[in-house]
């Protein structure tokens, strides 16, 4: 059982209710409560915090925004000023180090500033831990022949565990008609371009090759990398979306067979198409589900529902663990986002209740699922309203922790190393409630 400290500041609205999740909550661990928090609420920076932070590693906005505000009403140019992510320690609350990828939010009750000439983590006049930004990878200063930026062709995330490879920026689910209602992966590519950023639409597999050249070379820290991007409806550069994104993998492990983790998160295929994936050199495969529920997965993904179907995604899901093994099998959810108005839940625990259906059916198998945390994205379809609570969010934490360990699962490979104080993963705290002596014996450490 973790214990939690006394209150601390009893005026703050924020304080009392993190302290109030605490004290319902006493076996998850505190860092996993405030992640949830941070990752909901968004952190905003104070101007000096920022001048600190351009000595670190900023955000590289890999593939979506993440971001609670557009890029045009940051004042202070957050956007491109901000880390990736942060780390947190110590505190009133005696934090274990706790990594949180950066949602940036000017309005948010979680300010970062300068007190007594460190970077703090502050809510109201409360400082709640100390701070670290990530380093900059050494492999950020060399660059490509083509010109590109290294960092633009493959960013490091999760404080450099994983080197993340969107490879085509945009996604041809296109519109309101098609899109997933929570992405901005389209509007994000707009944005990008529109700020004056090199933001190329498709990566080439020479620029990839040659940067994880220089990655191999230069880095001593990433442990895996994922290929992803949008999905393709029809073809891209005359081939289907199976075969486009196999070949970055090819040619990845042809050149370093095993140095990386190499993960793949693209659409839930057929059975033929997820061995090409796997014959490409992929060993951990994220056919994402996003939702659930039967009714609003049609409604939140119009696009995957019109040229799949609901039923047959969740099937693929399954049949791809024969390919590729179940645990390798990690389809994302997006947590939080069956609450979404005006179709989802307005009750958390009637949420949970079938969220959690969906945890069974693919524990039950040996197929772990793991959730980002919905971030309502202005731009996205859903975007113009607030996501869910902090005690949904708890409450999510605890039933993925109590169905994972009700199937005696192993952590999930990819992921870094599992465990409060241990955990890289930075946009949810899946990982970091993972009960490491309670992993099946032999299993303590996920293979990296
Ligand atoms: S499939 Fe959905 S979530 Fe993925 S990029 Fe396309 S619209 Fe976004």
Redesign the pocket.
């Known amino acids: 059982m973790t214990m939690h400290p006394a209150p601390v500041d009893a005026g703050s609205p924020v304080i009392a209710e993190l302290e109030r999740m605490f004290g319902d909550f006493p076996d998850m661990p505190a860092e996993a409560i405030l992640k949830q928090d941070l990752l909901r609420q968004g952190i905003a920076f104070e101007e000096s915090a920022l001048q600190v932070a351009s000595g670190y590693k900023p955000k590289d906005y890999f593939i979506?925004s993440f971001d609670l505000v557009p890029m045009r009403d940051m004042q202070h140019h957050e956007a491109y000023r901000s880390p990736e992510e942060i780390r947190m320690t110590g505190g009133p609350y005696e934090l274990r180090p706790t990594i949180v990828s950066v949602r940036v939010n000017p309005a948010s009750p979680y300010v970062v500033r300068i007190v007594e000439g460190r970077l703090a983590l502050t809510c109201g006049a409360t400082t709640l831990a100390e701070l670290e930004f990530p380093p900059i990878p050494e492999y950020y200063q060399h660059s490509l022949s083509s010109g590109l930026k290294i960092s633009q062709i493959a960013p490091a995330i999760e404080w450099g565990y994983l080197v993340y490879l969107t490879v085509y920026r945009l996604?041809?689910?296109w519109g309101k008609e098609?899109?997933?209602r929570?992405?901005?992966?389209?509007e994000n590519f707009r944005q990008q371009r529109d700020h004056g950023r090199e933001y190329t639409a498709v990566k080439t597999i020479d620029d990839v090759v040659e940067a994880m050249a220089l990655i191999n070379a230069h880095d001593t820290v990433s442990r895996a990398y994922t290929v992803t991007?949008?999905?393709i409806t029809s073809t891209l550069q005359g081939m289907g979306e199976a075969e486009w994104y196999a070949r970055y993998a090819e040619a990845i492990e042809s050149r370093f067979a095993g140095r990386w983790i190499p993960k793949a998160v693209v659409?839930a295929f057929p059975k033929n198409e997820v061995q090409l994936l796997k014959d490409a050199g992929y060993r951990i495969y994220h056919p994402?589900y996003?939702i659930w529920d039967e009714k609003l997965f049609d409604w939140i993904?119009p696009?995957?529902a019109r040229y799949v179907g609901r039923d047959e995604w969740m099937k693929r899901i399954v049949d791809a663990a024969e390919v590729f093994g179940p645990e390798y099998v990690i389809p994302n959810f997006v947590g939080g986002v069956e609450m979404a108005r005006p179709h989802g839940y307005t009750d958390v625990d009637a949420a949970i209740a079938s969220t959690t259906e969906g945890l069974e059916y693919f524990m039950s198998k040996g197929i772990i699922p793991r959730f980002t945390t919905w971030c309502p994205e202005p731009t996205s379809d859903l975007g113009r309203q607030e996501g869910p609570s902090l005690e949904y969010f708890v409450k999510l934490l605890l039933a993925w922790r109590t169905t994972f360990e009700k199937y005696n699962l192993p952590a999930p490979p990819g992921y870094g190393r599992p465990g409060v104080g241990n955990a890289e993963f930075s946009v949810s705290a899946f990982m970091d409630v993972i009960r490491v002596e309670k992993l099946p014996k032999g299993r303590e450490i996920a293979p990296i």
Do not use: A
């Open positions: 979506f996604c041809q689910y098609e899109e997933c929570f992405c901005d992966l389209n991007g949008g999905s659409q994402n996003e993904c696009g995957k």
